[in-house]
């Protein structure tokens, strides 16, 4: 999927995801939404486009915005910006590099980006670190916002860990893959786990309105 942008300013997907930054924003009025996570049910769902486009949502309001790549075990943020991912956030927590030195800058206005880096040998280690929370709490300064990808939820546990660093979530799910038991587990999770999610993405739904398709669809049913 190409990144919005590279997409005319008028485009109906780049519309669709200013709706869906304005829909996170207005999700916690008291709280504003700075640190963001974005995880799904099974692998291939879309988040990680998702999250990416998310994050240049957000910028083109002026922002700050560092997309972090916590699926460390299938990474791929890298892919859509187009840059290296042999240092990441893997080398800040296992080898101390310095947090600034894993930070790079793309080619969005707005945009950086901390890769994976290296796949770890333990990457539930390194999830469940104080060192992570503590990485989390320094781009939060560094930053108007954090946007963090993790893997599915029915694979690892890594977003129920992070997720209570995060002030809200949001559940992608794939149309015509996403089941009944599958967005069941989203509610189990928002029960038992110390998470705030705001929203569920509804991908690759096809609606035909207007003369073209939406491929993307915001809904806030799990909010309550």
């Not at 990808?149 to 029915?154: H, K």
């Amino acid at each position: 999927m190409n990144l919005i942008s590279d997409l005319p300013p008028n485009s109906p997907i780049v519309e669709v995801f200013r709706t869906i930054r304005n829909s996170i924003r207005y999700a916690s009025i008291d709280k504003p939404i700075k640190t963001l996570l974005l995880t799904s049910s099974i692998e291939s769902e879309g988040k990680s486009s998702l999250a990416s486009n998310i994050s240049i949502a957000f910028s083109m309001e002026g922002r700050k915005i560092i997309l972090v790549d916590l699926d460390l075990r299938r990474p791929s943020l890298y892919k859509f910006f187009n840059v290296s991912n042999k240092v990441g956030i893997t080398n800040v927590l296992a080898e101390d590099l310095p947090l600034q030195a894993a930070i790079v800058s793309t080619t969005t206005k707005g945009v950086d980006i901390l890769v994976s880096g290296p796949i770890p040998p333990d990457p539930s280690g390194l999830i469940e670190s104080k060192k992570l929370k503590d990485i989390i709490s320094s781009l939060k300064e560094m930053y108007d916002m954090v946007i963090i990808d993790t893997p599915p939820v029915l694979a690892v546990n890594d977003a129920s860990v992070i997720g209570p660093s995060a002030d809200g979530i949001v559940f992608v799910v794939e149309a015509g893959r996403a089941t009944f038991s599958m967005l069941g587990h989203v509610k189990e999770l928002k029960a038992k786990a110390d998470i705030n999610l705001v929203g569920v993405v509804l991908n690759k739904f096809a609606a035909h309105a207007s003369g073209y398709y939406h491929y993307y669809h915001y809904n806030s049913y799990y909010k309550k």
